[in-house]
């Protein structure tokens, strides 16, 4: 007989393993299916923690080679040993994984191995890697299942020489020369760390900026400073094809509008032109749960179109970010439990881990001049910052954005080194209806980083101190 659960949650990703952890701390009987063999999703073992791992070492590496001199410490003979950084990459994302299991267990969690598909309704088949199918019966389902590379067009990802960020984790060497295909978050990041360690990198992006969505004076802030560290940028121009052969890739683009075409040669290409919710294969035909045209599962208060069937995560609409599957898995845990869950969608914080950091949160200017909202600006550069200074990383800037009517804070927006550890701050605010004015009169650490957070409250009254 097949084992009733009263939640079955099908991924193990962020979004889906706090699920399953709320729903444990509830009291609701729970199990959750995951098909790769390790919990943590595309985030912890392709993803987000295996790049933080491979940008602090590269950051790591960089800076014994080029810049510690500047502070006093004098290093000679600096050399990469890839092998171990990757090494070290994977001891951080076997122990993070280990810990996910433990968390199960200790909150009763049935974690089960392998491929699930509902096969009708309060019913789920868990296929394993040997072909042994388990039998489920649920009263409530959640969809958790991710996202997945997005390709493009006709180029063959082979994750050797034409790489997804998958490949980009683990190449077995550094490349000369490496084209990252997108402008975006992950291809900036995953450049920074092939571009720390020896590689130049160019970045082809269709559109006439860099990360699209972000605050676009943070955005043009973020382009110099890459820039200066040696990365090149082709912007408004898109790629026709890439092929590689026993030497490279030989790479083909154009411009976006229509023009001549490029060729260049090189040794690696990132293609990082976004994810696709990962939805095929689910059975979600079988119990009739409707998906868009894009395959993203539409979702009411995360309730899909089948009664006790609910969607989170990149599965569904919405920011594809680790932290907001986090708050919805929460979120639906609750509403499961008869309690009122909520996620403020306005108030989701987005990082991009380059160096500098970028971090931003609420509203940008772009997005407040559309909707016509009058609002003031107050900005704060780390170059006048005094633990900056100290720590001889003064770029960029903190932006905050005030509605003129409400005197509620809009938006946060920064860059610089560490930015986003102090992007909280912004987050609580705007969750609590501050207005700049209560940043400004809150005590900050002297020392710290922070401070430039305050200073950016002051100035949006006009009263910043150190500039």
């Known amino acids: 007989m097949s084992e009733q659960f009263d939640v079955v949650i099908i991924g193990g990703g962020p979004g889906g393993y706090v699920c399953a952890v709320r729903c444990g701390q509830l009291g609701l009987k729970t199990a959750i299916v995951e098909k790769r063999g390790k919990l943590g999703g595309t985030c912890l073992n392709v993803g987000c923690i295996p790049s933080k791992a491979l940008l602090h070492s590269s950051h790591a590496f960089e800076g014994a080679a080029h810049h510690y001199a500047s502070f006093g410490v004098e290093t000679s003979g600096v050399k990469l040993n890839l092998e171990k950084m990757m090494a070290n990459k994977d001891e951080v994302v076997d122990g993070l994984t ?68 998958t490949g980009a984790l683990a ?79 030989k790479l083909t683009y154009e411009p976006a509008a229509g023009g001549d075409a490029t060729e260049m040669n090189v040794d690696v290409v990132l293609v990082a032109v976004g994810r696709r919710p990962y939805t095929t294969g689910l059975g979600l035909e079988t119990i009739g749960v409707e998906k868009d045209a894009r395959g993203f599962v539409p979702n009411h208060h995360w309730k899909t179109n089948v009664d006790g069937v609910y969607v989170i995560g990149d599965a569904t609409t919405g920011p594809m970010l680790a932290h ?99 992007i909280g701050e912004a987050g609580l605010a705007i969750a609590f209806g501050a207005s700049a004015e209560d940043i400004a009169r809150t005590c900050h650490a002297h020392p710290t980083m922070s401070e430039a957070v305050k200073e950016a409250a002051m100035a949006v009254d006009g009263w910043a101190i150190h500039i």
């Open 98 to 165: 280990k810990g996910i299991e433990f968390l199960m267990k200790k909150n009763k969690v049935t974690y089960i191995k392998g491929t699930g598909a509902f096969t009708g309704a309060g019913k789920l088949n868990v296929t394993a890697d040997d072909g042994s199918v388990t039998e489920i019966e649920y009263k409530n389902a959640v969809i958790a299942t991710g996202s997945e590379v997005a390709p493009l067009g006709d180029i063959v990802i082979d994750e050797e020489k034409i790489v997804s960020s």
């Open 171 to 249: 190449l077995k060497s550094v490349p000369k020369s490496m084209v990252v295909i997108g402008a975006g978050v992950i291809g900036l990041e995953l450049g920074s760390v092939w571009r720390r360690l020896g590689a130049e990198v160019t970045v082809v992006e269709y559109l006439e900026r860099i990360t699209p969505g972000v605050d676009l004076e943070i955005a043009k802030t973020l382009q110099k400073s890459l820039t200066k560290q040696g990365f090149k940028f082709e912007l408004g121009k898109k790629v026709t094809s890439a092929v590689a052969d026993k030497k490279g890739v």
């Open 324 to 422: 907001k599957a986090e708050e919805e898995g929460v979120a639906v845990a609750e509403i499961i439990a008869g309690k009122a869950g909520h996620v403020d969608f306005n108030n989701i914080p987005g990082v991009i881990y380059t160096n500098p950091e970028v971090a931003g949160v609420g509203k940008t200017e772009e997005e407040l001049k559309t909707a016509g909202i009058e609002y003031k600006v107050g900005k704060f550069p780390f170059m006048a910052n005094s633990r900056a200074r100290a720590n001889g990383e003064a770029d960029g800037l903190v932006k905050i954005l005030e509605d003129k009517n409400t005197l509620k804070i809009l938006g946060v927006h920064m860059i610089g080194t560490g930015v986003g550890e102090i």
